[in-house]
């Protein structure tokens, strides 16, 4: 099928709008995914790993100072009070000398919480204890003072407990018959003494600083909600400016604060704000000056042209009485007055249209009746196959209606083959008319482009009957119902126009 009367790309039918909101999923996944949350979420994991490595380098640093102090504390008074009693022991000392000396180490002072034990070569040894729960020396420790080197060892025991174990070996002061000074005398004496005071001091100190985290968690969190505040606003303003501009607005301006990179950014907004205000406002008026140029020359031409038309009209009634070449060429002008007529006729109708002042007089009418007297008026009712209801109420405008279908049809009789059909159907809502001709039908390449103004689908004919807006014109007036004109091609052959209008009737009329 050839196509000469083409314009403006086919529109779809207009659909039900979506919900604009998102899914309540991708709202979330949006939500959790802005700049705000994680602004938010990095300050307050920030604030955390800091505060939770002070924590921890507390806690060490502490933990570690409290048992040096507790060490140097139990081998200085361990070594005083060995000072002071050991000279008294004799030597070798038997087991109950062994005993009266752990008890006297540890049931005074700072001892009275320890356990001491005191040996003497390698026997068993002797121990004193206050304790119900007995508490063995580690054997690493027991190994290290065995080879002459005061030494201490922390560990757990009964219901992991902490103590600190401390082994000090006793020497000779001075020189004698037992050994010379500084060498061992055989004697070892081992205090271990329980660390719940410091371990409870540690977690306290644990507690307060994992609460400190928490509150500086949460003083993160509202810096970063108050920072993302601050940097956000001019960022939603951007966002709500762009929008405004989007939907046409074209006089938008951001309040320009500030010299960071936010004002910096606003300032950019606006410069382009402004050039494309003065480029769109530029086309507009180069378009409305074309507009008005093309209906002033328009309505310029129908005075000379109606003049033409009559002259041609009286002469083509003498035409049989003239020369065949005067004859051919009064015809000729006869025919190209008419196409030119039309063709003046629809750009005023089109600039009409364009112009927003083609008023639409709608009127509650018969649609297939309708149908009938602009096919009948023209002369095409024997040339179509007709699928009429007996009746479709209707509320349109007649006249826009019938320039419609006429130019619907007049397409398919012109550039497609018959049987040429025309049907009818409505719903509760929609009025579908469908156009339909046995011709090749159309190239997908050119679907797009059917209903651009003054478009030709075959290039190499350069000249048609019609003005080449007559696809243009039906689309546009199919627009003003609220409808559209789709066009594709038969699964069989032939193209295929399909015309959907709104009833535009309420309930009660329908029924």
Do not use: C
Not at 243 to 254: E, I, S
């Amino acid at each position: 099928m050839t196509i000469a009367d083409t314009p403006a790309p086919p529109p779809e039918r207009p659909k039900p709008l979506p919900d604009p909101r998102p899914p309540r999923l991708v709202r979330l996944r949006r939500a959790v995914a802005g700049l705000r949350p994680r602004l938010v979420v990095a300050f307050v994991a920030v604030a955390a790993l800091s505060a939770l490595a002070t924590a921890v380098l507390t806690y060490r640093a502490a933990t570690t100072s409290t048992l040096d102090l507790t060490k140097d504390t139990a081998l200085d008074e361990l070594r005083r009070r060995i000072d002071i009693l050991a000279p008294a022991l004799p030597f070798p000392p038997n087991q109950s000398e062994l005993d009266h000396l752990a008890s006297q180490l540890s049931g005074t002072g700072g001892f009275r919480d320890w356990r001491v034990l005191a040996s003497y070569g390698t026997g068993a040894g002797a121990e004193h204890s206050q304790w119900t729960q007995p508490v063995a020396v580690p054997p690493t420790l027991e190994a290290t003072v065995g080879r002459g080197h005061a030494a201490f060892q922390r560990f757990t025991a009964g219901d992991d407990h902490p103590w600190l174990a401390v082994g000090v070996p006793v020497t000779y002061a001075t020189s004698g018959p037992a050994g010379p000074a500084g060498a061992p005398s055989g004697l070892t004496v081992y205090a271990v003494l329980p660390l719940d005071r410091e371990q409870s001091a540690a977690n306290a100190l644990l507690a307060g600083a994992a609460g400190a985290g928490v509150l500086v968690a949460v003083l993160a969190a509202g810096l970063a909600l108050l920072g993302a505040r601050q940097v956000l606003h001019p960022v939603r303003a951007l966002r709500d400016a762009a929008h405004a501009l989007a939907q046409g607005k074209l006089d938008t301006r951001l309040t320009v604060t500030g010299h960071d990179e936010l004002a910096q950014l606003s300032k950019t907004f606006n410069h382009t704000a402004r050039t494309l205000q003065g480029t769109i406002e530029e086309l507009r008026a180069i378009e409305s000056q074309g507009r008005r140029f093309a209906a002033d020359v328009s309505h310029e031409l129908r005075t000379p042209l109606a003049a033409m038309l009559a002259v041609t009209d009286i002469l083509d009634e003498d035409a049989e009485q003239l020369p065949p070449d005067t004859a051919a060429a009064l015809r000729m002008v006869s025919n190209e007055t008419l196409r030119l007529t039309r063709l003046v006729n629809d750009l005023i109708e089109i600039s009409r249209l364009d112009a927003g002042a083609a008023p639409l007089r709608a009127e509650s009418i018969d649609a297939a009746t309708a149908v009938r007297e602009t096919l009948d008026l023209r002369g095409w009712i024997d040339q179509v196959e007709l699928e009429l209801p007996t009746a479709l109420p209707v509320r349109l405008d007649p006249r826009r209606f019938d320039v419609v279908v006429a130019n619907l049809v007049g397409n398919a009789l012109r550039h497609g083959r018959p049987p040429v059909r025309v049907a009818l159907r409505g719903s509760d809502d929609d009025l579908v008319l469908t156009v339909t001709d046995s011709g090749p039908g159309i190239p997908p390449a050119e679907l797009p482009h059917l209903f651009d103004r003054f478009y030709k689908a075959d290039k190499s004919r350069a000249r048609s009957e019609g003005s080449g807006l007559g696809l243009a014109i039906a689309q546009e007036n199919a627009r003003l119902h609220g409808g559209v004109i789709e066009a594709a091609n038969s699964p069989d052959s032939g193209a295929v126009f399909t015309l959907l209008l709104p009833r535009g009737l309420d309930t009660e009329e329908d029924q």
